[in-house]
T-cell receptor, first 115, second 112 residues
């Protein structure tokens, strides 16, 4: 089962920041937080990941709390094309202890960006 | 940008028939995966493949399923005798040593 809790749905106005929360209170010290999204029925798309420091890339920012029990994905200027299901996933670092780092998806948050 | 390619995009098959879903992972990737998503449900892990063997599989991946990397570029998923409940989107994914997964656009399998 997924180790994360996300709200089932959220709305965001186009051009505004979308802040998607995720709770992962049982996260282990060797587990990263990954974010993926799925637009309509396409394959999931990698967005960003982090361990304990905040991360930013061209798509989004990831804010992880100091105790690592929750995180927030930020899309700074949401567009209609960002409408998708967003998945927060925790998993061990790749190749740690022989793990292949399989992704286990939950139900995610359905983000609707409205004009 | 490199892509994972899946063919066909849509496959319709009769119950009891064998199907082979094909994937061409990104060329320098080492790890390969199959996932499926039944309409309206979660994306579910099926199997992971590394160094020419299955490294992990889920309870869904029973004896009816098999995977193969026959020629060093293709990665296939075979379902021996399809059931109605096998109808789903099937996603192939690959990854390199240190980066995230890249998923294909999926094959929609419809069993009638």
């Amino acid at each position: 089962d997924a180790k994360t809790t996300q709200p089932p749905s959220m709305d965001c106005a186009e051009g505004r920041a979308a802040n998607l929360p995720c709770n992962h209170s049982t996260i282990s010290g060797n587990e990263y937080v990954y974010w993926y999204r799925q637009i309509h029925s396409q394959g999931p798309q990698y967005i960003i990941h982090g361990l304990k420091n905040n991360e930013t890339n061209e798509m989004a920012s990831l804010i992880i709390t100091e105790d690592r029990k929750s995180s927030t994905l930020i899309l700074p200027h949401a567009t209609l094309r960002d409408t998708a299901v967003y998945y927060c996933i925790v998993r061990v670092a790749m190749n740690y202890g022989g793990s292949q780092g399989n992704l286990i998806f939950g139900k995610g948050t359905k983000l609707s960006v409205k004009p | 940008e490199p892509e994972v390619t899946q063919t066909p995009s849509h496959q319709v098959t009769q119950m009891g028939q064998e199907v082979i879903l094909r994937c061409v992972p990104i060329s320098n990737h080492l790890y390969f995966y199959w996932y499926r998503q039944i309409l309206g449900q979660k994306v579910e892990f099926l199997v992971s493949f590394y160094n020419n063997e299955i490294s992990e599989k889920s309870e869904i991946f029973d004896d009816q399923f098999s995977v193969e990397r026959p020629d060093g570029s293709n990665f296939t998923l075979k379902i021996r005798s399809t059931k109605l409940e096998d109808s789903a989107m099937y996603f192939c994914a690959s990854r390199g040593r240190f980066y995230g997964y890249t998923f294909g656009s999926g094959t929609r399998l419809t069993v009638v």
